[in-house]
């Protein structure tokens, strides 16, 4: 047996180094080449090895099941012979292939031998070694080990086994750094935790240490161990050293929530999770644990974040407390718990009297049993003073034993008083004839009725009241629970809040399925970030869009209703009530969802038809407000279904355009009937006549309710109304001129009546007079904004749809090219030059006609221009805001649509947006001249200056208006930045949020378009780091703002020339303060090995700006992040020289300036002006000369 057992031995050794050898030297050919010919086949190709060694292993294990230790004289195996089968084993091990799925039989049988070698042949601390040494040679051995020592354990009873392997990598962990090692430790200890966590548990000690060694895999690994240990181990009912040790690998776990290293911060939240999943926190750490976790939210880790997000979404979805956390309703359950406790406490409670009434019998047979005991002889040497310092105490005493039915006990406290305190009236009475036994009583009722304990009610224990005041307490405390673990969940929602406005993509995929979670669970911050994340529909990132989609489904379109017309209904006013408090752009991203839900067949026609019956108000019940919305979610299907309008064409014209219609029904109605310009027939759009019933309709509304007072949302009715005609009609400047014109009319007639009605009547009240003004006010302001619009709109239509009409259609013109395929070249180009000149002309015409729009003097249309001018310039009376907000928003359209008016009247426009003390009015302008700049640019551009000082206006709303429009028009190019892209970076320390998100919007988008942002940010830290700035920015606010600029430098090579040029003035700067702000610029920006060799090169240079101590620390953390560059050797080198060179530098530094005794003079304020400055930061040319407002101010008095 030990001759072939030994030939086996040997056999595979020798086989599995030549399966190795063949392995670590063949090069597999390519595949195409191995079809042409056979090539070479390898050894182990010719037969199944595998297979074979399998069989051979089992036949092993058979002998050694035998006991043949009975075969040596001293029936104990020689060691030889066993490490001879057990290094066959270990040689079996270090084969790759043992770890792969198909030879897990296998790998169980080499196993198995092993288990029994250490089991029945003393190979234990051999093996012990053995694997240490295995596993710090080949990770791919691990699994195997890890096999092996579990069947050891379980199977074999072996339990010391595994306790020692683990001390042994513990030991090594603590003392040498060996590559690979931490991470093969990790899977041993991960294997056998989620195979058989129970054979862990006795090792939790041991595994404790492994929590404070270095590699964080280990103590990743560690962490799992523990977190299988509660799963698997310790459940149930427990014994108390159980219960210590659950709390104790809790403890373990909520601590490592604060791991330095990230990886592990992660992981342990993912544990957390699954303990939350299978209901495995304890409800009295669960506060403790949620609270560490949302610190995690705004960790510098997406990892983590992400980890931290999932993890409160499982622990809402598995919450112990209810399945849903509305604060309101759990506080009111809250009270309602509170007050039945209270009701059940009082019926637990009796008065004194009733308590003495009821114990009265039982103390006079104590009292009298006593008396019968001590006899007739009456002696107090026998009896022991109290140790009360004074009588109150006493009588606390006796009336508390009383209480808790302690007669005798008080009887004999009683009598010690009276020896203690002999003079004390508390405690005695009159003396009668009844007898000692009555005189007792009466003393105890004394003393039971007036002790000094300050309650009135007294606590008696009942049985049928004390198990239902215990079940009543745990309902209350429960309730507690849920409340405040609802408050908590609503802290936690405002924290993954800010997550959807960070830039990770993990971290917001994370947040859209959180709050989906807490919008179905009823928390109250959940509301307003599900509409929010309504504008992620429209993102472009991968994934987004579709999580967005998901999560609506869930909330709005799944429903447990079984009727298609249930579900319908359900459905149709979850999405009214969710209308209700959207803004524009989220009902323009919930339109695009309603589109392709329709286009899915998600909505079908039920839900339409469901949409129409709450439009006609066919179902009872159904308030205006869901007849509106239920028309808006019509105008959205519609939007992708033309054909639902103009085959409802009537129902519109009937419901929505009927005189008894809110003008918001009108408004939608009108939207959903310009769907019908989006159809073509033969090639053109669709237009109707002008004497169609909906232009009537529509006009005489308006007309009709111009001039009533209290009318919301008119200005918008009014506005679509015009946009429809303009859109449907054939003639629409025709019904545009008489619906104005009857405007016009309407305002003179109203005038002249009042007018009429204060001459007539002398004696009319000053409140009847303001009002009559006030109406006055608002119809003129009604009538601005539709002349306004009106202009503004036939500017369009003639601008857009007549050239374009009357252009040849490239359809034309591309049959006619086909025709004249074989005339002359000279012909096709005098065609071309021909029909570019008749557009041309076309283009010309309108422009004139666009011209007169404006200018023209001789209609009616020119009153009202000079009245808007007129109000603008504050010639007339002084009027309300709302009139001032009309003329200026009237003035910028009327500048839109006239290159003379716009020229003649950019001052004023100017002026007034700078100047005007009503934030609309200046907000609105500040939108205008956007447009204006992009139509008229040559009459804009010099007035650019002025729109950037809007920046600073003090009103929130003007300043987030100037963002949004500079945001656009810098990034289609079409203002200069140079010179002004600083002041839109202090924007980024603006108080309001939006306006900061809008600013780092702008500048990632700049960071994606090449060298967009390079290019401008050497401007932005030199006019930010100026020190003659008029409002000088802070070292922090400067710090803050270029952290993040410079974090989206992402470009090696634009890393390399900004280093460069910064080192550059950091040579020139002369003021300190410039230098720290330089040095924090270089400190957050990326190196490698060119770009830190120009910082080393440029050393030398900085001179004494290296003794300034922000300088000095930069320049160390820059060299010392590149010093841990592990994998880079040659940065690490790089960075070794430069730390020489600076310290050389600074001690020759030092020693210059101890020895100089003379004093340097301060450094020179002027700001350096030189060629090579401007070379290296790109300083801008001036912007042309602004006009100020004060001249602006001037020329306007001169004009009046």
Not at 120 to 127: A, L, P, S, V, W
Not at 382 to 406: F, R, Y
Request: charged content about 25%.
């Amino acid at each position: 047996i030990k001759m072939i057992l030994y030939v086996f031995s040997l056999f595979v050794k020798t086989y599995e180094d030549k399966l190795a050898q063949n392995a670590d030297n063949f090069i597999s050919e390519p595949k195409i080449a191995r079809k042409k010919g056979k090539g070479k086949v390898r050894p182990e190709e010719l037969w199944d090895w595998t297979e074979y060694k399998m069989k051979a292993f089992r036949l092993v294990l058979d002998v050694l099941s035998f006991n043949i230790s009975s075969l040596w004289p001293n029936l104990v195996a020689d060691e030889p012979f066993v490490n001879m089968l057990a290094n066959c084993c270990y040689k079996c091990f270090e084969n790759p292939d043992i770890i792969q799925a198909k030879n897990k039989s296998l790998k169980d049988t080499i196993s198995q031998v092993m288990a029994i070698l250490v089991s029945q042949y003393n190979h234990g601390m051999t093996f012990i070694s053995r694997a240490v040494e295995l596993v710090k040679k080949n990770e791919n051995t691990v699994p195997a080990i890890s096999n092996s020592v579990m069947i050891i354990v379980r199977e074999h009873k072996c339990t010391s086994v595994l306790p020692r392997l683990l001390s042994e990598f513990n030991d090594i962990l603590q003392v040498e750094d060996i590559t690979g090692l931490s991470k093969s430790v990790s899977i041993f200890i991960t294997d056998i935790a989620e195979t058989y966590p129970e054979l862990l548990h006795p090792c939790v000690p041991i595994l404790t240490k492994n929590l404070i060694v270095e590699p964080y895999a280990v103590r990743n690994a560690t962490l799992i161990a523990f977190c299988e240990v509660l799963l698997k181990c310790l459940v149930g009912e427990l014994r108390e050293e159980d219960l210590r040790l659950r709390q104790k690998l809790l403890k373990y776990l909520h601590n490592h929530l604060r791991d330095q290293n990230a990886y592990v911060r992660s992981k342990v939240l993912q544990l957390w999770a699954k303990l939350a999943g299978a209901h495995a926190i304890p409800k009295y750490i669960i506060s403790d644990v949620t609270k560490t976790a949302m610190n995690r939210i705004n960790d510098k880790s997406a990892f983590v974040v992400k980890s931290a997000v999932q993890f409160f979404c499982v622990l809402l979805k598995q919450n112990p407390f209810a399945g849903k956390l509305k604060i309101s309703q759990l506080e009111q359950e809250l009270f309602q718990a509170k007050a039945a406790l209270h009701v059940i406490d009082s019926k637990r409670t009796l008065s004194r009297e009733e308590t003495w009434r009821k114990a009265e019998p039982e103390i006079i047979v104590t009292i009298s049993k006593r008396l019968d005991e001590e006899g007739d002889v009456e002696t107090t040497e026998d009896i022991t003073p109290t140790q009360s310092i004074n009588v109150q105490d006493v009588m606390t005493i006796i009336a508390k034993l009383v209480q808790e039915g302690h007669y005798s006990e008080a009887y004999t406290c009683l009598r010690q008083s009276e020896v203690q305190f002999p003079n004390a009236k508390e405690i005695r009475c009159n003396m009668d004839d009844n007898g000692k036994a009555e005189y007792y009583k009466n003393v105890l009722k004394k003393v039971f009725m007036k002790a000094p304990d300050g309650s009135e009610q007294i606590l008696v224990e009942f049985d049928c009241f004390t198990e239902e005041y215990e079940k009543q307490k745990k309902i209350v405390e429960y309730a507690e629970e849920a409340t405040a673990f609802a408050k908590l969940m609503c802290s936690v929602c405002e924290e993954v809040g800010k997550v959807m406005k960070g830039k990770s993509l993990l971290e917001v995929l994370e947040a859209i399925d959180f709050f989906t979670t807490a919008y179905q669970f009823g928390l109250p911050n959940a509301r307003p970030v599900i509409r929010e994340i309504l504008g992620y529909v429209k993102c472009k990132q991968p994934g987004v869009k579709e999580a967005v989609v998901a999560a609506y489904k869930t909330l709005y379109l799944n429903t447990a209703q079984p009727t298609p017309r249930g579900r319908a209904l359900q459905v149709a006013q979850r999405l009214i009530k969710l209308l209700k408090d959207l803004d524009y752009e989220q009902k323009m991203a919930l339109e695009d969802l309603v589109q392709e839900w329709v286009a899915n067949k998600e909505l079908d026609n039920e839900f339409i038809h469901v949409l129409w019956e709450k439009y006609s108000k066919k179902q009872t019940q159904t308030t205006e407000e869901e007849s509106v919305a239920a028309l808006i979610l019509l105008n959205m299907i519609a939007g992708s279904n033309p054909a639902l309008v103009s085959s409802n064409l009537s129902v519109f014209l009937d419901i929505g355009l009927s005189n008894c219609s809110s003008n918001m029904c009108v408004t939608e109605t009108c939207k959903a009937l310009m769907k019908l310009g989006g159809t073509k027939q033969d090639g053109k759009f669709v237009r109707c006549p002008s004497d169609d019933p909906m232009f009537e309709k529509s006009v005489f509304i308006l007309v009709d309710r111009f001039s009533k007072p209290n009318q919301e949302g008119f200005l918008q009715m009014a506005l679509t109304i015009i946009k429809m005609i303009f859109k449907l009609s054939s003639y629409p400047e025709k019904i545009a001129d008489k619906l104005l014109m009857d405007c016009y009319n309407t305002l003179c007639q109203n005038s002249e009546e009042s007018s009429g009605a204060i001459r007539n009547s002398s004696q009319r009240s000053q409140n009847s007079i303001s009002t009559e003004v006030s109406v006055k006010e608002m119809a003129l302001a009604r009538l601005f904004h539709i002349y306004g619009e009106i202009i503004f709109r036939k500017w369009v239509y003639f601008d857009h749809d007549v050239i374009n009409s009357l252009k040849k259609p490239e359809s034309e013109l591309g049959k006619k090219k086909m025709v004249t395929e074989d005339d002359d070249e000279e012909m096709d180009e005098f065609e071309s030059d021909n029909r570019e000149a008749e557009d041309d002309a076309v283009i010309n015409a309108v422009s004139e006609i666009c011209e007169k729009l404006v200018l023209d003097d001789d209609t009616i249309t020119s009153h009202i221009r000079d009245m808007v001018v007129n109000c603008c310039r504050g010639v007339m009376e002084p009027v309300s805001v709302s009139l001032q907000t009309a003329a200026a928003t009237c003035l910028a359209k009327l500048m839109m649509v006239s290159h003379e008016f716009c020229e003649n009247n950019i001052q004023l426009y100017v002026t007034l947006m700078e100047k005007s003390k009503e934030e609309t009015v200046r907000s609105n302008l500040v939108f205008g001249v956007g447009d204006l700049l992009c139509r008229f640019p040559n009459i804009v551009e010099p007035w650019t200056s002025h729109i950037y000082a809007r920046l600073k206006d003090e009103s929130p709303l003007v300043r987030k208006n100037t963002v949004v429009v500079l945001c656009h028009l810098i990034t289609r190019e079409m203002i200069k930045v140079r010179g002004q892209i600083a002041e839109v970076c202090l924007c980024l320390e603006d108080p309001e949020p939006d306006i900061r998100a809008q600013v780092q919007s702008l500048l990632v988008d700049l960071s994606q378009k090449g060298n967009t942002l390079y290019n401008i940010i050497v401007d932005i830290i030199s006019r930010l780091s100026n020190p003659d700035r008029p409002d000088l920015v802070s070292s922090e606010v400067f710090n803050r703002i270029m952290k993040f600029t410079l974090g989206l430098i992402g470009k090696e090579r634009q890393n390399e020339l900004l280093v460069e040029k910064i080192c550059v003035r950091l040579k020139e700067a002369t003021l300190e303060r410039q230098w720290q702000d330089l040095a924090f610029c270089l400190s957050q920006l990326s190196y490698n090995e060119k770009s830190l060799r120009k910082l080393f090169e440029a050393l030398s240079t900085l001179n004494e700006r290296l003794l300034c101590s922000e300088v000095q620390s930069a320049i160390t953390g820059i060299i010392g992040v590149a010093m841990k560059s592990i994998n880079k050797p040659q940065l690490r080198e790089i960075a070794q020289e430069c730390q020489a060179k600076l310290d050389e530098l600074l001690s020759v530094k030092k020693d210059n300036s101890a020895a100089d005794t003379t004093q340097v003079p301060p450094p020179s304020s002027e700001p350096v002006e030189d060629k090579e400055m401007e070379e290296v930061f790109s300083t801008p040319r001036k912007p042309p000369p602004a006009r100020s407002g004060r001249s602006t101010s001037t020329r306007l008095r001169k004009r009046k």
